[in-house]
């Protein structure tokens, strides 16, 4: 299997180069020693050991030692285990097991001696079948196919404990499917099903009516998210008077941070109710180690209730492939924790992903829910899909109908945040739904490229911070078409796509999008901040509802439009439109050399009233120049800008009619 390396991962090579290169010249505190042991070298020498100094509040680097395990041999951690950073002089050993598999075979109905040997003597307790695992490098458990209660008494608390805790992976695959027929198996993940409904009771509700209710899981086999064709159906409790899920298991798979199991697979299996709505760490099928790598494949994750992070929450290596993530719900709530001193409160994201380091490709998210209320007192992002904080990529995937509420003070994201690279997907019938003082977003990512968003909308109220459907994102060949970014009240902005960075649109299409603000609310426009267009196509959009209207609004690091079309727009204010609308503010002490460029454009039936006009208050200095060159403006009455240089606005080799055929400006 393949993954995306760590950037934190150097290349392999010699250890001092490792540590060198993670750590840079630093003041040396202490000396650490790397034996490779009897079984294997250094990877990238033929060392058996090495020392290196190191500072003590960097050392997490030396988690990236890699070792070249002798054939026969696999590499599986450090005696000791590496420290998170040194705290003295200290030597480190590798440790080995034999490079064999152990195979064992789970059924929790299984009647038999109870020892993984067989389908007739089958472990019925997953984590004991785990465990047999331990003592060779690599595990095989088989899990025949039926609905299975992991464990064979309640997980009540989120530790590795004898009998109540999570199940601790080794270097182990977790396979489903099987028939109990040798080898035979079928590769729906819904045949084989792990829950933490401890009293089969987890049930769908349509929103219309909450009396009207569905068991998620019924005769070993999954009932639609939406029986009757409604609109919106969640998880809930068992009744509508008790703590929802207040009897399910916690959570499920788990790897610690100072565990280095770097060949683990999950394939073939459903995992559902696992996460009681008190348990504050719940909900989670998989928590990855920051040195473990996972591979999460064919997989579906159904009605999981997550409350600290996502259903899959990762700090390590997680590759999540051809997996479907349907109907899990996250709450973020305060919680009192009564001491000696005031209340305190914990606060938690959800969303059916976290991860720092994650590749997902071909994977499905179908009405994922996250809901912050308002006593939320936490910096996190909400999401409801994928909540990333480092490199991880998003590929072939689709995201439909997703909610996020947020009525906390802190920003929410919609439907994912932080990913790095986001293609060939497509996101439709999203909602994100918030107020209170930070900024909301639909998606927050590095690069989109080769993806359809339809019907997604965010709204607001009580608008007191920025609303945009993208943020600080480069779009390649996408299409948003019939979305709508709305807010109800407050004095903020309201855009398509904001950025305070320079980004670029390159070959996109615009079209039949709604960008509204409230009447308070200083302008509303499609696109605002560094944004540059090439090779676009902006029809049939409307921006209303504010004090000022405009296509392009405030490009204060100067903005470019290159063989971009807008054509057929409808732009209202209840002051005055413009296409673009300028505040050019970063250079009004003189520093730096911006400019607004529109090159071979064309703009037809989109009356405004003003082609090119300054924002109250802006300073646009002599450094600035807006450059309109080879291209056509038609139906624009005015081509004007509020200046504070005589000289600001150049037109070359263009034509600009107003709308009685004149030209003007």
């Known amino acids: 299997m393949k993954f995306v390396k760590s950037v934190l991962t150097p290349p392999i090579m010699a250890i001092s180069a490792v540590i060198s290169t993670a750590l840079g010249a630093q003041a040396a505190n202490y000396t650490l020693t790397f034996d490779a042991g009897e079984h294997g070298v250094l990877a990238g020498t033929s060392a058996t050991s090495a020392s290196v100094?190191?500072?003590?509040?960097?050392?997490?680097?030396?988690?990236?030692?890699?070792?070249?395990?002798?054939?026969?041999?696999?590499?599986?951690?450090?005696?000791?285990?590496?420290?998170?950073?040194?705290?003295?002089?200290?030597?480190?050993?590798?440790?080995?097991?034999?490079?064999?598999?152990?195979?064992?075979?789970?059924?929790?109905?299984?009647?038999?001696?109870?020892?993984?040997?067989?389908w007739a003597d089958a472990f019925t307790d997953l984590r004991a079948a785990v465990r047999a695992c331990d003592a060779t490098a690599k595990g095989l458990v088989k899990v025949r196919q039926g609905v299975h209660h992991?464990?064979?008494?309640?997980?009540?608390?989120?530790?590795?404990?004898?009998?109540?805790?999570?199940?601790?992976?080794?270097?182990?695959?977790?396979?489903g499917g099987y028939t109990g027929d040798g080898d035979t198996r079928d590769s729906d993940p819904s045949k084989t099903i792990l829950t933490g409904d401890r009293k089969?009771?987890?049930?769908?509700?349509?929103?219309?009516?909450?009396?009207?209710?569905?068991?998620?899981?019924?005769?070993?086999v999954f009932n639609p998210i939406n029986p009757d064709n409604t609109s919106a159906v969640w998880r809930q409790p068992d009744s509508a008077t008790t703590t929802p899920n207040s009897d399910n298991d916690y959570s499920l798979f788990h790897t610690a941070d100072t565990a280095m199991h770097r060949d683990i697979r999950i394939e073939g299996l459903s995992v559902t109710g696992y996460g009681a709505y008190w348990s504050w760490q719940g909900g989670r099928a998989l928590s990855l180690g920051k040195h473990s790598r996972c591979l999460v494949t064919n997989c579906l994750f159904v009605a999981n209730f997550p409350r600290s992070s996502g259903v899959l929450m990762a700090y390590g290596e997680l590759d999540v492939r051809d997996c479907t993530f349907k109907g899990n719900s996250a709450a973020s709530i305060w919680l009192r924790a009564v001491q000696s001193g005031p209340t305190t409160r914990r606060v938690f994201t959800g969303g059916a992903i976290t991860s720092a380091l994650c590749t997902i490709d071909s994977c499905r998210f179908e009405r994922c829910f996250h809901n912050a209320n308002p006593d939320n007192n936490s910096h996190e992002p909400y999401v409801s899909a994928v909540n990333a904080y480092g490199n991880t990529t998003m590929s072939r995937c689709v995201v439909t109908g997703c909610v996020t509420t947020n009525q906390s003070g802190y920003a929410s994201y919609g439907v994912s945040t932080g990913v790095s690279r986001i293609r060939d997907s497509v996101f439709s019938n999203n909602l994100e739904h918030a107020c209170g003082s930070k900024a909301a977003y639909m998606?927050?990512?590095?690069?989109?490229?080769?993806?359809?968003?339809?019907?997604?909308a965010v709204r607001r109220t009580?608008?007191?911070?920025?609303?945009?459907?993208?943020?600080?994102?480069?779009?390649?060949?996408?299409?948003?078409?019939?979305?709508?970014?709305?807010?109800?009240?407050?004095?903020?902005?309201?855009?398509?796509?904001?950025s305070y960075n320079p980004i670029w649109l390159y070959r996109t299409r615009f079209s039949g999008n709604v960008i509204e603000g409230a009447a308070s609310s200083p302008c509303a426009s499609l696109f605002s901040g560094a944004c540059n267009l090439r090779d676009c196509s902006v029809e049939g959009n409307t921006v209303r509802g504010a004090v000022l209207g405009a296509l392009v609004y405030d490009t204060w690091r100067g903005g470019w439009c290159v063989n971009s079309s807008?054509?057929?727009?409808?732009?209202?204010?209840?002051?005055?439109?413009?296409?673009?609308?300028?505040?050019?503010?970063?250079?009004?002490?003189?520093?730096?050399?911006?400019h607004t460029f529109i090159g071979a454009c064309s703009v037809a039936r989109t009356p405004v009233d003003y082609a090119f006009h300054a924002a109250p208050g802006a300073a646009i200095t002599k450094f600035d120049t807006i450059k309109v060159i080879n291209s056509l403006l038609v139906g624009t009455p005015r081509v004007a800008v509020i200046s504070t240089t005589a000289e600001p606005l150049v037109i070359r080799n263009s034509y600009c009619f107003g709308a009685a055929g004149e030209t003007e400006g």
Request: glycine share 6%; aromatic share 10%.
């Open 566 to 594: 807008f054509v057929d727009n409808t732009l209202a204010a209840t002051d005055y439109t413009a296409l673009w609308l300028l505040r050019t503010q970063w250079n009004a002490t003189g520093n730096g050399d911006y």
């Open 53 to 118: 100094t190191v500072k003590d509040d960097a050392a997490s680097a030396l988690h990236w030692v890699e070792v070249t395990a002798a054939p026969g041999w696999c590499h599986v951690g450090w005696d000791p285990e590496l420290p998170d950073k040194a705290t003295a002089d200290q030597t480190f050993t590798a440790v080995y097991k034999p490079d064999t598999t152990t195979t064992v075979y789970y059924d929790s109905h299984a009647t038999g001696n109870n020892d993984g040997s067989s």
């Open 150 to 175: 992991a464990i064979s008494t309640r997980n009540t608390d989120n530790k590795a404990d004898a009998t109540q805790g999570y199940i601790e992976l080794g270097n182990v695959a977790i396979v």
């Open 200 to 220: 089969d009771n987890d049930t769908w509700f349509t929103a219309e009516n909450v009396d009207t209710r569905i068991k998620v899981v019924e005769n070993g």
């Open 462 to 498: 009580d608008q007191t911070a920025g609303t945009s459907f993208l943020a600080e994102v480069t779009v390649y060949d996408s299409v948003f078409e019939s979305n709508s970014v709305m807010t109800a009240s407050g004095a903020s902005p309201t855009f398509m796509l904001t």
């Open 443 to 456: 998606i927050s990512a590095s690069v989109i490229s080769n993806c359809t968003f339809v019907g997604n």
